[in-house]
């Protein structure tokens, strides 16, 4: 059976059971995403299930999921820990399709009693079929549904292409809100906490199908079945891109995945061999996620190794030149007919023309100079390093806005990507204003489909990404 | 003679020539250094030197150096190249003692006229013992005295105890610029450029026995004299760490470096071996020159290597964990009495209680937790992972003085450095509020001494680099 199908209810459910929800308090998870429902605007019905409320948040609600008289698709489970199995058991009595269990306190804490609770609610899944998502998580945000994340009542509402699944709550949060302001939009996210019946092969395999999902990203603190995972993985890679940040490889890093979603780490070496045989992504921080999947967002897959440096500092060029180049790029020297292009441009200064090239001053370089760089056949990629109080003409949008619209101008005419790396506004008190005009200039970067980066480092990381998985596909496809 | 006496008048210039200034144009070199000179606040005389002009920016004008009728101390030259070592002849006959020549277009043209001309230079400062900064330099910043970079009217006007030395006028500007809101000040900041006579080696030796100077960070396209630098180095960093970011192993940036100030960039191998055996820091871009120079100014020297990381989500100690073990630090599992003090705090939470400390919630770790961590022998650093919109009570910085106060409290009780890592504001438009509080933030911390990074990773490799510096000290300490 198509995954598409049979996760419907998960990420498309017609109505949704609010199980554990307070009658008061509007601290515990329930109450807070049963709040969060209501304001993120969920498409469907819900339906709160409280033992004696008659109403909570103007909603009719429930003493029992099994009283609901309507058909229930999916529901969110945050009664204590011990409850847990006697209301996935009313669930199945239901008919509910899948459950998410916000409770914690099951096997992460290393206690044998509570671990046995969670063997109980997989052992209820695998025999009825329901499916479940946690313990231990926060959830699913599908901004299609209007389903959102425990809290992220102000998450984007707009739907995007890229999709996320990670153990880790807190991590989901924050690449959807930090990601937000970069641009980045979400099919489906998923925190699936201890993974005691869905897991993330099956999410996997699910976002292989979805066509909504062009970019696959996921934080992952263990698998619980490393075959299936590989294999899975192997497969997926070919379709769409995988990027993944696995932590837990050091000794207090075990330690802690064990006690926070109960996964077993692995080897680093044996993650090292996964890396390197299924063509997945890897990425070590929050950061490098963020910036990659900027990368895979806006550049098309098979962009070149050719590089271009170009900034107003020699020291920018010489620094620039070391990261590309440590990152697998080139930087070759420009073409006779490039250098004499130039040489008429730069004709005052008495430095030579070089690649990387130094424009001499902070300003942003004229269109003939990224013309003629964008002429350069050995020339695949422009990396215009730049920073904002010098390019906004100390401070307007309004003076950005045509060399943005010119920079973007190259890159479609010559169909070669241009990146900025746009300086971090100093974090003065007095460069806020500076700063508003960054976020807005970044803005319109993104909607140009020009990736922007805050360091020379962090651009290259992104580039030498994207372009590792495209050296892996062409290396597969030779091979078979 | 002791360097502190002989480069008085480059520091403390009584009175200052300004050679090359145009009579209208305010785009040149010389005439934007001179109106930065009087913004700026130089505390000497300015003499403007300029064939017909009476007057230039309300000062008088004098159209040769040697008609100046007092003694001048230091002169910037700005005048066409070839027009150099005549005006530098000028100075010597003058009495002149030093000058900074901001004029390109020498040796680093690869032209071997444009070369000879430098040499002239070089001889003429060999002959007379004038002393040349440059050619193709912005020169000195010097609070204390009021001179300033070329532009550098707008640097601070308050000194502290860090040095700069570099070729790159470009990344003197941006340190000063970017230091400035972290809280970095400078005793003096040097852009030497092609270093035909003062090199990197004469500047370690001044700012080793200048008082004024406690940390010395260098940018680096090359050395003059290997065996020289290296064996300086060596003494100086017994006294004072000294960071160096060197550039140009690449191919295309040992050409850029080439063709920025004619450096020889040298061999990748032999610089590892020079930082391996001087004892100097190695950083590899402007944002860890930073952070390293953050973690000198704010801890002591001589941290432990046993963290606590405490944050709010599991996930974030997990990749916690991995960052700092990578980085040559230790997460200790808490001692029995620790955790049974922090097992009646986190009572509710139904996850153990261990080093990374998951608080469950993305609010300030409450006094009595930081009490309990820092009452514990085995650690010896607080990490704090937070996020501003969450700390702050969704924006306000005054709910966050008292728990910055009190963090800083128990660092000082404890006598254990903390770090803070405080997350960026997310780069949406609407997050600016939030910014500015971050911004403030961030100034109350590093007023406590309480050193602030925006994640995980570059808090990890800034206390490396400051750890690494002591154990190399202390080693040449056992040896010897």
Redesign the interface.
């Known amino acids: 059976m198509s995954k598409l199908k049979e996760y419907e209810p998960i990420f498309h459910p017609r109505s949704m059971a609010v199980i554990g929800v307070s009658g008061s308090a509007t601290t515990k998870f329930g109450s807070i995403f049963l709040a969060s429902l209501k304001e993120f605007g969920f498409k469907g019905e819900i339906y709160p299930v409280h033992p004696k409320a008659d109403k909570i948040l103007e909603l009719k609600a429930y003493a029992n999921v099994k009283e609901i008289p309507v058909d229930v698709d999916f529901a969110s489970i945050s009664v204590p820990?011990d409850l847990v199995p006697s209301v996935l058991k009313d669930c199945v009595e239901k008919g509910v399709k899948a459950v998410e269990i916000f409770t914690?306190?099951?096997s992460?804490?290393?206690e044998e009693k509570?671990a046995a609770i969670e063997q109980e609610i997989s052992a209820i899944a695998k025999e009825s079929g329901i499916k479940v998502i946690g313990p231990n998580c926060f959830g699913v945000y599908c901004p299609a549904s209007g389903l959102t994340l425990l809290p992220g009542y102000d998450f984007p509402k707009e739907s995007g292409p890229v999709a996320f699944i990670?153990?880790?709550?807190?991590?989901a949060t924050?690449f959807c809100?930090?990601g937000?302001?970069?641009g980045i939009r979400f099919s489906k996210v998923i925190s699936y906490g201890n993974a005691c019946d869905l897991n993330e092969v099956d999410f996997l395999e699910y976002f292989a199908e979805d066509p909504e999902t062009r970019i696959i990203t996921t934080?992952l603190?263990g698998v619980k079945d490393g075959r299936r995972f590989f294999s899975t993985l192997k497969n997926v890679t070919q379709e769409k891109p995988v990027i993944i940040w696995k932590?837990?490889?050091?000794?207090?890093?075990s330690?802690?995945?064990s006690?926070?979603?109960s996964s077993l780490a692995g080897e680093e070496s044996i993650w090292d061999a996964v890396f390197n045989q299924s063509g997945a992504v890897r990425v070590?921080?929050?950061?490098e996620l963020i910036d990659t999947t900027i990368a895979f967002l806006h550049l098309p897959k098979d962009i070149g190794k050719g590089i271009s440096v170009v900034g107003?500092?020699?020291?920018?060029?010489?620094?620039g030149?070391?990261?590309?180049?440590?990152a697998g790029f080139?930087?070759p020297?420009f073409k006779p007919e490039t250098q004499s292009k130039l040489r008429k441009i730069y004709q005052p200064?008495?430095?030579?023309i070089?690649?990387?090239l130094?424009t001499g001053a902070?300003i942003p370089p004229s269109r003939e100079t990224l013309e003629a760089i964008a002429e350069d056949p050995g020339i695949d990629i422009l990396v215009l390093y730049q920073?904002i109080h010098f390019i906004s003409s100390g401070g307007s949008i309004e003076a950005l806005e045509d060399t943005i619209a010119m920079q973007a101008g190259i890159k479609d005419t010559y169909g070669k990507p241009v990146i900025s790396v746009l300086?971090p506004t100093?974090?003065?008190?007095e460069?806020?204003a500076t700063?508003?005009v960054w976020?807005?200039a970044?803005?319109r970067y993104l909607e140009a489909d020009i990736p922007v980066y805050p360091?020379?480092?962090r651009s290259a990381k992104a580039l030498f990404n994207l372009r590792k998985y495209q050296s892996y596909l062409d290396e597969t496809i030779v091979k078979e």
Chains 1, 2 share one sequence.
Request: glycine letters at 20%; a negative charge.
């Open positions: 820990a914690a306190g099951f992460e804490t290393g509570k990670g153990q880790s709550g807190g991590y924050n809100s930090e937000n302001g970069l934080y603190e932590v837990g490889f050091s000794e207090a890093g330690r802690a995945v006690s926070h979603t070590n921080s929050l950061e107003g500092g020699g020291g920018i060029g010489a620094a030149a070391d990261v590309f180049e440590k080139t930087l020297a200064a008495g430095t030579g070089g690649n990387p130094d902070p920073f300086r100093p974090a003065d008190m460069m806020l700063e508003q976020r807005k970044k803005d360091t020379l480092e």
